[in-house]
Each structure stands twice: as structure tokens, then as C-alpha cells.
């Protein structure tokens, strides 16, 4: 080892460098005293992580969302880049060598440039400028404080470095860079025994140490911002997901929801042989909406519609689709209901209340029997029922009268005797002939 006086160093009095150093520590230590010591240890960690995570582009809206990662990555390696650098500095300026000093504080600069480069949006350029100004310190470090003072470790932590800055479409840069760090880094241990200390500023064990901490201050640094990018894209797929299955629900029943889930290619086809159909249509909806603002009617048939939706989820039974200004509604499918001619009756008399309520006229219609139900269609499916009891409730509503609910005897029958009914003269049902139907009595409304 060379004595100190054959050393590569100028030794000469520095007074500002030392009251500069001396400032800036104690700055640093009246700052935690006075702000963060208020705050608990999770608070300061939140804190550090906010302030990582908001180091990058000053834009980043126009930035694909794939990059911003590599973006902020960039700027928190040159953050520590030149935090590294002008610690180096200070220390040496505190034991007056002023040239080493200077050198560190050049390559700090070199840092920000590379910070300057990127919240400027070049990625690439600061990335590249960021890995040589790496390799090359690294490089210098190695070679002037040999291999005891532990500047080795900057080889290790560039090729992380390389991996996290560079975007997936320039990969090749990367590996390049990546594979340069590491054949530096095998040639120091290869030949370690011919790497002297050629210049001491501090013991080589406590630089060492200092070495290793910092890289460990850079990798917490970078852990925060990635973890902090992967929670925000959980949290944001989680809302997708969330909206996606919300929007699912709402076109198809849970259950069958459920069904494509657990396998999309299967075709949903089922035959259930006792269900209540009903249909619900505005009478006079025609002229209505002929002499109503666009808005006003939306905002109607919105208000209206809704307020059914209420009443069918309270009742447990399946809103199939609105049709216009029509509204079709289904008990006992695609899950069985025990009671659904009961469900379908309290259900048609509430969508009565919320009509008359909002002085609109509507006509209903029920019938009973067996249906198919599924899906069908690629694009905007939506799950439907089909067959003869389907037909037979729609013409119930055509045939209704407005405030009234229509009924076919087959929907009669199964609905018994827990509501009073008014029998109706016979009528000619379009495709069925004449058939006798019933009134759900009005005092039952």
C-alpha cells in the first residue's frame, strides 16, 4: 500500500467545504426534528415512497403506461446517483482533497444531467447516459480505491440498474449493459490481488460499508417506486375487474354469470318447465314521446325503469330486458322460486304504485308455463327466454288495459286464491284464438 504522501491527492485547507457539509447535516437534522419526528415511522415511509413515485417526467400523461416505470426507475437511480457522488464529495472536501472532491462532484453532475435529460421525456438518451456514467465511475472507483473499499458492488447493483431502465422494446440494450457490469464485476474478482488501494479518503472497511449501504438505500429507493406502480396497477385492474363484472351482471343473471366463468365456450341452453312471464309497457308511449324534449323522455323511461329494477331485486325476480318502453320480467328462472306466480303479482302491483306516482300509464301482462332460456349472439348478448309462454304474456300486456293487470287462466290457476280476480268476456288472442283471461282485482292494487 502506498504511503499517504505518494498518494494521488492535493491536501489544502478548504474552511467553506467543511462549513458546507457542516450546514448541510445540520439542515437535515433540524428538518427531522421539526417535520418528521411529528410523524410516526408508517407515515414517514409513505411520505418517502409519495416523493419516489412523483420523481420522473413532469408529464407523463402523454407517456405509454408500460414505460412509466422505467421512467421513474431512471430518475431514482440518478437521484441516488448524485446523492452518492457529493456524499463521496463532501467527505472528501471535509479531509480537503480537493481534487478527488471535484471529481465526484463532476460525475454528481453528470447525475442530474441524466435527470434533466429525462423529465425532458428522452428516456432512451438519459438511460444510456445513466449506464455509461454507472460503468464508468464503477469502473474509476475500482481502479483508484481498490478492491478492500467494496466499489465493486456498483458493478453487482448496475446490472439490476440496466434491467429496470430500459423498456421491454429496447431489451438489447439491457442485456448489453447488463453483460458489461458483469464482466467487470467477474474481472475484479478474478484479479482482486492486483487492484491496490491507490488512494485512501476514508478506512476501506468503513467504505466499504458506506458503499453497500448506499446501494441498499438505492434498492429500497427503486422497490418503492415498482412497488408502488404495482399496487396502483393491482388496485386499477381490481376497479376494472370490478366495472367489467358489474357490467356483466348487468346484462346476464350471477348465476349464469358465474356458469361463463367457469367456462366461456360452453353454450348456456336451459328448459324450465314452470315460470311466471310478465311484461310491463307505457301506454301511449308513441304520442308521448312525439311531444317530449329527447332528454325528457330518457330521463322517464330512466326514472321509471329504475325504480323496477328495486322492485325486482327485492322480489328476487330476473329483469330479462327493456324492449323500448317495455319491460319484461321473469320469476323462477334462470334459478327455481317456489312462489314466483305470488312474487310476479306484488311485483306487478308496485310497478302500478310507481307509475301512478309519476302520472304514467302502463299496461301489464302475466302469463305462466314452460320456457328456454340461454344466451345467444357474440356481441351484446344478452340472456333471453323463448316459447309459447313468452308470446301468451306479451299479447296479456297488448290486450291489457292501462292500469290494470292482465292474466291468462293457465297464470290464474297456479296463482289460486291469494288474490281476488275479475273475470273477463272472452277475448280473440292474436295466434291462440279465443281465450278467457282474468283481471287482478283492483282493490287488490
Known amino acids: 500500500m502506498l504511503t499517504r504522501s505518494r498518494q494521488f491527492h492535493i491536501r489544502m485547507l478548504c474552511p467553506y467545504g467543511r462549513w458546507l457539509v457542516d450546514s448541510i447535516f445540520d439542515s437535515l437534522s433540524k428538518l427531522k426534528s421539526s417535520v418528521l419526528a411529528q410523524l410516526d415511522l408508517r407515515e414517514q415511509l409513505h411520505i418517502i415512497q409519495i416523493l419516489l413515485q412523483n420523481l420522473g417526467m413532469r408529464d407523463e400523461t402523454n407517456l405509454p403506461a408500460t414505460e412509466i416505470k422505467h421512467v421513474r426507475a431512471v430518475a431514482v437511480a440518478a437521484l441516488f446517483g448524485t446523492l452518492q457522488s457529493w456524499t463521496w464529495a463532501g467527505i472528501n472536501i471535509y479531509q480537503d482533497y480537493l481534487l478527488m472532491s471535484l471529481e465526484f462532484v463532476v460525475v454528481g453532475l453528470g447525475f442530474l444531467l441524466v435527470q434533466f435529460v429525462n423529465r425532458r421525456g428522452h428516456l432512451m438518451v438519459a ?102 406502480i404495482v399496487n396502483r396497477s393491482e388496485d386499477a385492474l381490481a376497479e376494472v375487474h370490478k366495472q367489467a363484472n358489474d357490467l356483466l351482471l348487468n346484462a346476464i343473471p350471477e348465476v349464469i354469470a358465474e356458469r361463463l366463468k367457469d367456462n366461456p365456450e360452453q353454450m348456456i341452453a336451459d328448459r324450465h318447465a314452470d315460470v311466471s312471464i310478465m311484461f310491463a309497457d307505457v301506454a301511449g308511449f308513441t304520442n308521448l314521446s312525439a311531444n317530449q324534449d329527447p332528454a325528457e323522455t330518457v330521463n322517464m323511461l330512466n326514472t321509471l325503469f329504475s325504480e323496477f329494477d328495486d322492485v325486482c331485486d327485492a322480489a328476487g325476480i330476473e329483469k330479462i330486458r327493456t324492449i323500448g318502453d317495455g319491460y319484461m320480467v321473469v320469476g323462477g328462472a334462470p334459478q327455481p322460486l317456489d312462489d314466483h306466480p305470488v312474487k310476479m303479482i306484488e311485483a306487478a302491483q308496485k310497478f302500478l304504485s310507481i307509475a301512478h306516482r309519476h302520472n304514467i300509464d302502463i299496461r301489464i301482462g302475466i302469463n305462466s308455463g314452460e320456457v328456454v332460456a340461454g344466451i345467444v349472439g357474440l356481441r351484446r348478448f344478452h340472456y333471453d327466454v323463448w316459447g309459447d309462454a313468452v308470446n301468451v304474456a306479451a299479447r296479456m300486456e297488448t290486450t291489457g288495459e292501462v292500469g290494470k293487470i292482465h292474466i291468462s287462466s293457465s297464470f290464474a290457476e297456479r296463482l289460486g286464491d291469494k288474490f281476488p280476480l275479475k273475470k273477463r268476456d272472452p277475448i280473440n288472442i292474436k295466434g291462440k284464438g279465443i281465450m278467457q283471461t282474468w283481471f287482478v282485482d283492483a282493490g287488490a292494487d
Open 127 to 228: 438511460a444510456n447516459i445513466l449506464c455509461f456514467l454507472l460503468l464508468l465511475q464503477s469502473g474509476f472507483g475500482q481502479f483508484v480505491f481498490g478492491y478492500d473499499s467494496g466499489s465493486w458492488v456498483y458493478f453487482a447493483i448496475s446490472i439490476l440498474v440496466a434491467f429496470l431502465i430500459f423498456p421491454r422494446r429496447r431489451l438489447d440494450l439491457a442485456f448489453l449493459f447488463a453483460t458489461l457490469y458483469g464482466l467487470s464485476l467477474v474481472a475484479v474478482m478474478i484479479w482482486r490481488d492486483d487492484l491496490p488501494v491507490r488512494f485512501i479518503t476514508i478506512d476501506p472497511h468503513l467504505s466499504l460499508i458506506l458503499n453497500v449501504s448506499m446501494m441498499c438505500l438505492l434498492l429500497a429507493g427503486l422497490a418503492a417506486v415498482f412497488v408502488g
